[in-house]
């Protein structure tokens, strides 16, 4: 194996041993305004029919408000956690609540879900 190929080969063991431990350096979503928001800007919102880690939005409910996915490889950090979801799939939850976005806001900012149906909440800052 010539030298360009060993560091190429080290390089590639260097990334697959590091890139796991930077997934999750930063937070998956943010405050701003008072509010937590994914990395696009949008209103995360939390259901008060989860309960115990686990989401109770699935299927119709999952269409209306989607829940803020986690890679298969995510890990816990801090009040961060992932849970697995009826599905299979991986979901954020900050406090062990299980985190949503909402269809009907279309921008960033947008927080036409909060109160809705008396069970839908804007996780606000001083919940944090």
Sequence with gaps: MNHIA???KALLVTAAITLP???FAA???MMKDGMMVDHKGMTLYTFDKDSGG???CNDECAKNWPP???PADAKAEGKWTVI???DGHMQYAYDGKPLYTFVKDTKPGDMTGDKMKDVWHVVH???K
């Design 125 to 127: 800052e001083s919940q």
């Design 6 to 8: 060993q560091s190429w």
């Design 54 to 56: 686990k989401s109770m």
């Design 27 to 29: 937070d998956p979503a």
């Design 21 to 23: 431990t930077l997934a």
């Design 84 to 86: 697995k979801r009826d």
């Design 68 to 70: 803020m996915m986690a």
